[in-house]
C-alpha cells in the first residue's frame, strides 16, 4: 500500500524509537503517516498515501448510473454560455468513451447525469475514427487514419507495434464510468479557467455515483428527479423551460434527446413518450416540499438504487465496498417511494485506505 518508501523510513524510526514494542507509538504513526483522517500533513508531490476515500459500486462493463459532482465551495460559476458548453462537452466525451447519456441537468454550481456505460467491444479503424472525431474534431481524427494507413503499407514489427499502442492508447480510455467523468471535469475546467483567467480546481470534491437497476421503475424515477432540478431550485415551473436539461432538448424536438430519454423505458419498439414521461415529471415536481428535500439525501447519498433484491444482490457482490472490518454490514435501505411503486436505496458506505 505504502510503495513510496516512507513506511520503510518510519518502520526504521519506530525500531530505534522502541526497541521493545512491536506495534509501535500510534500518535507518531499518525503525525509521520497521516492524520486520524487519512490525510497528510504537509504533503508534498510524490506523497498521494495513506487518503481516505469511498469505495465505488461499478459493473464490469454495462451498467447505469446515477452521477453527479458541484463546484468548489458550492460557488455558482456558469453563466448560460458556460451551460451550453457544458451539455455539447457532456455529448462530445460520452460519443468519444462509448457511454450513452440518458438525460442531464447542467445548472448553475452543478451537474447531474444519468449515463448508461454500454458494453465495451472491438473497433475497427473507421469506427474508433468517428469516436476520436467526436471529441478532437474531424481533422485530427482523418489524420490518424492517413497516418495508420501509412505505417500498415510500410510493414515491419515497429510501424505495426506503433499502430496498436496509439490505438490502445484512446481504447483504454472507453467504456468506463471513472474515466469518462475526470476526462469531462478536467476539459470543463480546463475551459473555464481559460474563459476568466483564474487558475486551480473546479470542483469541490470528487464526483458521486450510484449504481442503478437497469429497470424502467427505476431509470424513469432517477431521470424525473434529474430533470426537474431547476424546478426544485425555483428556477422555472416547469421541466420544459429549462433550456439546460434533458427533458427540455426532447420537448424541442431534439431526435437525440428523445431517443436517449425513450431508451430508460427498457422497450426498444417505443418511440419518444413525451405524454407519459412528461406527465411522471409534473407529479415529482408536484410532490411535497418535504418529501422532495428526503429524496434529495437519499439520490445524493446513495451507492445503489433499485428494487430491495438488486440492494440485497449488490451488497453480496460488492463486499469490500460494505464489509465493516470482518463481519458484513448490515443493509441499509431506505424506501424512497417512487410514484409507480416501491424503490429502495443503499448508502452510508463504509471507508478504506487506498494507495
Known amino acids: 500500500m505504502f510503495d513510496c518508501g516512507i513506511l520503510p523510513l518510519f518502520n526504521m524510526l519506530q525500531n530505534n524509537l522502541f526497541p521493545k514494542k512491536s506495534r509501535g507509538n500510534s500518535f507518531l504513526k499518525r503525525l509521520y503517516i497521516g492524520g486520524e483522517d487519512g490525510r497528510l500533513f504537509g504533503r508534498r508531490p510524490g506523497m498521494e498515501i495513506g487518503i481516505m476515500r469511498k469505495l465505488r459500486l461499478k459493473n464490469d462493463g454495462e451498467g447505469f448510473y446515477n452521477v453527479g459532482t458541484r463546484c468548489v465551495d458550492r460557488t455558482f460559476r456558469f453563466d448560460d454560455d458556460d451551460k451550453t458548453h457544458i451539455v455539447d462537452q457532456i455529448r462530445r466525451m460520452a460519443d468519444f468513451c462509448g457511454i450513452e447519456v440518458n438525460t442531464y441537468a447542467v ?19 473507421d469506427e474508433l475514427v468517428d469516436r476520436v472525431a467526436a471529441l478532437y474534431g474531424r481533422v485530427k481524427a482523418e489524420k490518424l487514419r492517413v497516418e495508420w494507413a501509412e505505417w ?5 514489427e515497429a510501424a505495426l507495434q506503433r499502430v496498436e499502442e496509439e490505438r490502445n492508447a484512446f481504447l483504454r480510455r472507453m467504456g468506463d464510468l471513472s474515466i469518462y467523468m475526470k476526462e469531462l471535469k478536467q476539459w470543463i475546467s480546463r475551459d473555464y479557467n481559460k474563459k476568466v483567467g483564474r487558475t486551480g480546481t473546479l470542483w469541490e470534491d470528487r464526483f458521486w455515483s450510484c449504481l442503478l437497476e437497469d429497470s424502467a421503475e427505476t431509470l424513469t424515477s432517477v431521470a ?4 426537474c432540478n431547476a424546478v426544485r431550485a425555483g428556477i422555472v415551473e416547469r421541466p420544459e423551460d429549462y433550456k439546460w436539461c434533458g427533458y427540455a432538448q426532447a420537448h424541442a ?8 430519454l425513450a431508451a430508460i423505458f427498457r422497450d426498444d419498439k417505443m418511440k419518444w413518450a413525451e405524454e407519459r414521461y412528461g406527465w411522471l415529471l409534473h407529479a415529482v415536481s408536484d410532490t411535497p416540499v418535504e418529501r422532495q428535500r428526503e429524496h ?5 447519498r446513495a451507492l445503489a438504487i433499485g428494487s430491495q433484491s438488486f440492494i440485497l444482490e449488490t451488497y453480496a457482490r460488492f463486499p469490500k465496498v460494505f464489509n465493516a472490518r470482518k463481519r458484513p454490514a448490515e443493509p441499509f435501505v431506505t ?21
Open 224 to 227: 424525473s428527479y434529474i430533470d
Open 107 to 125: 445548472m448553475t454550481n452543478h451537474i447531474h447525469l444519468l449515463l448508461h456505460v454500454l458494453p465495451k467491444r472491438e473497433l475497427n479503424d
Open 253 to 260: 424536438g431534439r431526435e437525440a434527446a428523445q431517443k436517449s
Open 296 to 300: 434529495k439525501t437519499v439520490f445524493r
Open 152 to 156: 500498415r503499407c510500410i510493414g515491419g
Open 335 to 355: 424506501d424512497i417511494g417512487a410514484l409507480s411503486g416501491t424503490l429502495f436505496a443503499s448508502h452510508k458506505p463504509r471507508k478504506v485506505v487506498v494507495s
